[in-house]
């Protein structure tokens, strides 16, 4: 164990101030106007320039008005301006949260004891405690014990390098006295004095060209190919528009007289504007179809969840992390913590009493009722043999022991290590082998005062049974341990496990071990068991119901004993069917991947369960076509967690499990993961809602520019009005549809294919009858004459058509909006959808009365207002009726 007094408070604020501050200068982020910038570049964007330089030549040469130029400009700074705004404090929002959530907190001797210390507050002069998993804080020296450190983040070697005490050359990455900001502690236990801090550290040198990993989920690869499909789309619409405008212009004003086309022909301006006007529509039409709000869209919805993921204990690291987890098939998820509470207690001690074949264990429910020879034996061995450190005069009771993981936190207490006087160290510690999952137990070479050395053991218990050949009895004297007896004790044991206790066999030996031990050692001396007791969660078994009617596959995975595993397993709904299957890692390991694939979809807890078992059932899974999440909070869990397609890092795991993560369920709780997965269920359907209304305006947008010029209109909607209602299918409806609330219908849908379409039945049903219905309604408008003469004026008609297109698509959000019948369910869980839609209403009013030349609109009468709603709120019947009619045949 180890004990320094450090750098008081005083001596710490003196070091920042001469040393700095450990906090690495941030790397530059894009500014608004960077990203504002970017956005111009793009190459519809820069079309658009382009033709609105041909209008403004045009408009100052007199051949056509002013306005047309400026109304361009001004619809595509608007639409523009509300993207970067939009995503811009989105992400900023996102980048904050993530900060303020994942602070990595180190334990650092300060003013006479260990304390967690935030790793921007250390300074030059700290004495840190590193321990496995833990990321080392900043440059500097190992000045007591041993560790082995992963530096791949700075060298890009992942083989782990020895760590001792001595002098060191921080300038050399190869130095075996040296430790560095970013390394990761994989095994031992040492103390390190901070050398460099902040920005002089070799990471923060480092630190402009490392690059975050950014994959992409499944959601976006099929966003970025539906983007694509549409824009192709949007390119053949266009062209066809193109032609089909100077096909009007040409022919059919002309009556397809020869001569009145040579003469329109050689009037070369008017052929020109035509051709520009041609161009122009053809890349508004464009840019109309081209789904610029996607990307938006992902942005302004992950940052509005972010603050409802955090009050639920989910941290989001990579934003495909959430937006897979609505495609997950399958969990495999830890027990301790996860499923359990996670607050292990030691509730008793079971020794070994009797002679012979006759031998037997007892149980003792506190420390103080044991025997007092048996007592001090163990207390020496759990003080002793521990990567915990015990501050006895810590304020606050839970940093009395830190350090350590929470079984030996758990067995320290039961000794009242956290209450008891501070007892001197009894023996000098030699070496010591931590606990990893593969070798199951930790040990501690000492040298008592009295000059005998011991190897002190505590682990899994039929692996330390096994090798022991004797135990101590009542009066600490030694005792011989026969098989008869080991029979004995091993049914014990399965009867403790049974009943969802973990044990924990502690064990002596004077014999000489090496120093570092891979195997239980032989002839040891058998000290007896801690019971360890660690509660199912009240909320798992709800949770892990409401994961199994998504259509989620729940696999337990616990280092524990299989009767531990199978009872915790029951009490949390996992084994409901006779054909669950509970497999031991080491039945698992003789089993082939086809085998393993074949019994993984009845599989429900794997027992003894080792880190390499986790990256198997990963790759195995994914072989399968699942999508896979995986849960790890160890060191050794890092390639599972990085591997599978959802890595759900611990909150109280290691900070090399966290960084290997996707998502940090901050309480460790299953319920959380429940919430990360009903949210990504949430954003996907809001993206397929908001897919859904932009395909149905681009229908009826294109349709109608294309047949207008063949039914005697030259342009049906002008550009203008085009990218007015570009803005509301992009911009705004993202703003609308992001806000959509969780349901708890989405957790009764089974999960998304990994090659499923984006694009459902039911959506190209909605997208198509009705983008030709509002299409149907819209010539029908201005083909009929009684619907002409009820307007006062045609600039008035052609004002009310334009009002028609709007509120038909904006009636429309509505019926995108919900499934069924009731589009007002719900309706008050996203304020914004009102908002937004309320908004479009207002300013097309507005438009109506203040566009003018620009917009072509005049002031309507009241009663023509009405006859504008009753054309468009149409839409809402006639989708219940497609609804219904779908639900009939469904």
């Known amino acids: 164990m180890f004990h320094y007094d450090g750098l008081t408070q005083q001596e710490a604020e003196a070091s920042r101030r001469q040393h700095g501050s450990n906090q690495i200068t941030p790397q530059e982020t894009e500014t608004f106007w960077d990203k504002l910038k970017d956005n111009f570049k793009d190459p519809m964007i820069i079309i658009l320039v382009v033709a609105l330089i041909i209008v403004t030549i045009l408009a100052v040469l007199g051949f056509t008005a002013w306005y047309e130029g400026v109304g361009i400009a001004v619809a595509v700074a608007l639409a523009t301006l509300v993207a970067t705004a939009s995503e811009f404090k989105n992400e900023q929002t996102f980048q904050k949260l993530q900060e303020e959530a994942s602070r990595i907190f180190i334990n650092t001797f300060r003013g006479g004891s260990l304390k967690p210390i935030g790793i921007d507050d250390i300074v030059k002069g700290d004495i840190v405690l590193l321990q496995p998993g833990d990321k080392i804080p900043a440059d500097g020296k190992i000045i007591k014990g041993k560790v082995r450190v992963n530096q791949a983040a700075l060298t890009g070697e992942a083989e782990a390098v020895s760590k001792i005490p001595g002098e060191v050359n921080l300038s050399d990455m190869s130095d075996s006295h040296a430790v560095f900001r970013g390394s990761i502690v994989e095994d031992g236990e040492a103390a390190m004095e901070v050398l460099e801090v902040g920005d002089k550290t070799h990471l923060g040198r480092l ?110 690291r990579q934003l ?45 429910d506190a420390f103080d009722k044991m025997p007092p020879a048996i007592m001090n034996l163990l207390d020496f061995s759990l003080r002793e043999n521990t990567s915990c450190v015990v501050n006895c005069d810590a304020e606050k009771e839970s940093e009395r022991i ?155 995975l616990t280092g524990d004993r299989t009767g531990t595993a199978k009872a915790i397993a029951k009490e949390a709904g996992l084994l409901g069917n006779e054909g669950n299957i509970v497999i031991e890692s080491d039945e698992m390991a003789k089993l082939s991947d086809e085998e393993l694939k074949k019994i993984l979809p009845r599989l429900s807890v794997v027992s003894r369960c080792l880190p390499q078992d986790k990256t198997r059932l990963v790759k195995v899974a994914q072989e399968a076509g699942l999508v896979v999440g995986m849960t790890g909070d160890g060191v050794n869990d890092s390639p599972a967690l990085s591997n599978a397609d959802i890595g759900f890092g611990l909150g109280s795991g290691t900070e090399v499990a966290k960084e290997a993560s996707d998502i940090v369920v901050l309480d460790d709780n299953i319920q959380s993961i429940t919430s990360a997965v009903h949210y990504g269920r949430t954003i996907y359907r809001s993206i397929q809602k908001f897919i859904t209304f932009q395909l149905t305006v681009n229908v009826s947008a294109i349709a109608i520019a294309f047949l207008g010029p063949f039914l005697g209109f030259k ?50 049903s909605s997208i198509l009858y009705n983008g030709f219905f509002m299409t149907l309604i819209c010539l029908f408008f201005l083909k009929m004459e009684p619907v002409r003469n009820l307007f006062h004026s045609q600039e008035a008609f052609m004002t009310a058509f334009f009002g028609v297109f ?39 009013v507005l438009i109506t009365y203040f566009g003018g030349e620009m917009f072509r609109t005049v002031g309507l009468l009241p009663v023509e207002w009405l006859y504008i709603v009753l054309f468009s709120i149409i839409i809402i019947p006639f989708d219940l009726m497609r609804k219904y009619i779908c639900w009939i045949f469904d």
Not at 474 to 500: C, F, M, P, R, Y
Request: glycine share 6%; with cysteine; proline share 3%.
């Open 806 to 844: 709007v509120f038909l698509n904006n009636f429309n959000k509505f019926n995108v909006r919900v499934e069924g019948f009731n589009l007002f369910a719900h309706i008050f869980e996203n304020k914004g959808f009102l908002k937004v839609v309320g908004m479009i209403f207002v300013i097309q």
């Open 402 to 556: 830190l350090g350590g993981n929470s079984t030996e936190q758990a067995l320290l207490k039961f000794i009242r290590a956290d209450v008891s006087a501070c007892k001197e160290e009894a023996a000098e510690n030699l070496s010591q082998v931590l606990f990893n999952s593969a070798r199951k137990f930790s040990a501690a070479r000492v040298k008592t005062k009295d000059g005998r050395e011991l190897t002190l053991l505590k682990g899994a218990p039929e692996r330390i049974l096994e090798k022991s050949l004797a135990f101590y009895a009542a009066d600490g004297s030694g005792s011989a341990l026969s098989d008869a007896a080991k029979q004995k004790i091993l049914a014990e044991i399965d009867t403790k496990s049974d009943a969802g206790f973990r044990l924990i066999a502690v064990a002596i030996t004077e014999n000489p071990t090496p120093e570092q031990m891979e195997e239980v050692p032989e002839d040891m001396v058998l000290l007896g068991f801690a019971m360890i007791r660690d509660d199912l969660r009240k909320e798992s078994g709800p949770a892990i119901e409401t994961l199994q009617n998504a259509g989620i596959h729940v696999v337990m």
């Open 207 to 316: 630190a402009e060209s490392l690059q975050a990993d950014d994959r992409l989920g499944p959601l976006r690869v099929k966003l970025a190919k539906l983007a694509d499909d549409i824009a192709k789309f949007g390119y053949i619409g266009a062209t066809f528009i193109a032609v089909a405008f100077l096909y009007k212009a040409v022919w059919m004003d002309n009556g397809g007289d020869t001569a009145l086309m040579m003469a329109y022909i050689s009037n070369w301006q008017k052929l020109a504007y035509d051709i520009v006007t041609a161009l122009i529509l053809a890349v508004i039409i464009i840019v109309v179809a081209v789904p610029e709000g996607l990307p938006m869209m992902i942005a302004i919805v992950l940052a509005q969840n972010m603050r409802k993921l955090l009050k639920s204990n989910v941290l989001v």
């Open 715 to 764: 342009l049906p909607l002008t550009m203008i009005q085009l990218l007015w209602v570009n803005l509301i299918m992009d911009t705004l409806a993202a703003l609308a549809f992001s806000g959509e609330p969780p349901l708890d219908k989405h957790m009764r849908e089974k999960p998304k294919d990994r090659d499923e379409n984006l694009i459902t039945s039911h959506m190209w």
């Open 320 to 364: 495909m992390g959430v937006e897979t987890s609505g495609s997950l098939n399958i969990l495999f998820s830890d027990k301790t913590g996860t499923i359990t509470q996670g607050q292990l207690e030691a509730v008793g001690f079971m020794t070994v009493e009797g002679e012979g074949d006759a031998a037997d264990c007892k149980e003792y």
